[in-house]
């Protein structure tokens, strides 16, 4: 298997199935960020042209992977490992990733979930980067996995530019940065 481009009308269809409306922006601003080339979309895809896995990343010194998702029917199978190491492969000089943190909901299966992504980016060379950030208001842990993790300083306009806003204007708003 490997990793392919493939066009956002592919696979918007996925990201309905496996990320809640509020986790995604409107489908106008998705297609308009895919087709300025900001973002990029990409599949793992079984030998009859199944969707395996997919991620959408934006491309960087650091890459952010903005949504990563397995087919649900072959989860714990190796294939979100696998999705991994190819855009390891992909952005050579690292990937950031975000995760919703546990403690952020009360809700035992939410905790369990973000406990589940947290632990599985660890067994693929992620770690916790040691900055407080916020998402939309949510506080989310940053991961990253490379040879040289950003300095918090840079984090905050890599995440606010993957958003589609630079540090300081109306588009920061979306997210927050600060060092622990």
């Known amino acids: 298997m490997a990793l392919t481009k493939v066009k956002l009308k592919e696979l918007y269809p996925f990201l309905r199935r496996d990320f809640p409306t509020v986790e995604r922006p409107p489908r106008h601003i998705f297609y308009s960020r895919v087709k300025k080339g900001l973002w990029e979309c990409t599949a793992l895809k079984a030998e009859d042209g199944t969707i395996q896995a997919y991620a959408v990343t934006v491309a960087g010194d650091v890459a952010v992977v903005l949504y990563l998702a397995v087919n649900p029917a072959i989860r714990s199978q190796g294939i ?79 995440m606010c530019r993957a958003y589609g806003g630079r540090p300081g ?12």
């Open 80 to 158: 979100g490992g696998k999705m991994i190491g190819l855009l390891k492969e992909r952005y050579g000089d690292g990937l950031l990733v975000e995760v919703e943190k546990v403690e952020e909901t009360d809700n035992a299966f939410q905790q369990h979930q973000r406990q589940r992504r947290i632990d599985f980016y660890k067994r693929h060379g992620f770690e916790i980067l040691p900055v407080e950030y916020w998402l939309f208001g949510i506080g989310m842990h940053l991961m990253f996995c490379g040879e040289n993790p950003p300095a918090s300083g840079e984090i905050e306009g890599i």
């Open 169 to 180: 204007s109306k588009g920061a708003r979306c997210c927050r940065c600060i060092a622990k």
